[in-house]
């Protein structure tokens, strides 16, 4: 497997105590609950920043955890971890393009249990491939074989992409509504505290964030 040196800036303490709650969070919502989707409103709101800081400290508390950048019109998450790869980057981009393979797109990283399928490329429309079944596969693939997925998508207010791969791959196909935990994030206090709304979800028992 290729491997990702990243560099992850520190936090300040109370946004990672706040992140360390929603960790917490997470870990009691049951053994089922494996594949996490991650939105906002807007950009610049912070979606990223928790995404990849979950997805850090879950590895960091034993679990094998993967992070899927889904972004892919406007990716910054390689340039802000300063991904340093050992040879040619291949990401979600040139999977679901049908140029890398599984095996290709599936990094480790200088985190122990940390795994990244990053966005090396960005994609003027990329709604046709995430609609495809090759992304549905890579997912179920990925939930599989780590603890979590994490998956990092774009604002909703700004494109549907994310509530399109919610509508294709976190819904349960027979169309049946669960109760879930939701994390609304209204400013940076309230990182970690679970929401509790009605959702129609996977028979997973995703969890949207």
Avoid at 93 to 118: C, Q
Wanted: glycine content about 6%; hydrophobic content about 40%; some cysteine.
């Amino acid at each position: 497997m290729n491997e990702l040196n990243l560099v992850f800036p520190d936090l300040p303490y109370a946004v990672e105590e706040a992140m360390n709650r929603l960790r917490i969070n997470i870990k009691f919502c049951g053994k089922n609950t494996r594949k996490i989707l991650l939105t906002s409103c807007m950009p610049n709101e912070g979606k990223s920043t928790v995404s990849t800081y979950l997805w850090k400290m879950l590895a960091e508390a034993g679990f094998p955890t993967v992070l899927v950048d889904v972004d892919l019109r406007k990716s910054v998450l390689m340039k802000r971890l300063q991904a340093d790869a050992e040879k040619e980057t291949k990401g979600l981009n040139h999977y679901l393009s049908g140029l890398a393979e599984y095996d290709e797109v599936v990094y480790k990283t200088n985190i122990d249990n940390a795994y990244i399928v990053p966005c090396t490329q960005l994609l003027e429309n990329p709604s046709p491939l995430l609609e495809d079944v090759r992304f549905r596969e890579l997912l179920d693939k990925l939930a599989s074989e780590y603890r979590f997925v994490i998956v990092d998508t774009p604002p909703l207010g700004s494109v549907s992409d994310g509530a399109l791969i919610a509508s294709f791959h976190f819904l349960d196909e027979l169309g049946i509504t669960h109760r879930v935990a939701t994390v609304g994030v209204l400013n940076p206090g309230d990182i970690g505290t679970p929401l509790r709304h009605d959702f129609a979800c996977g028979r997973n028992s995703n969890f949207h964030c």
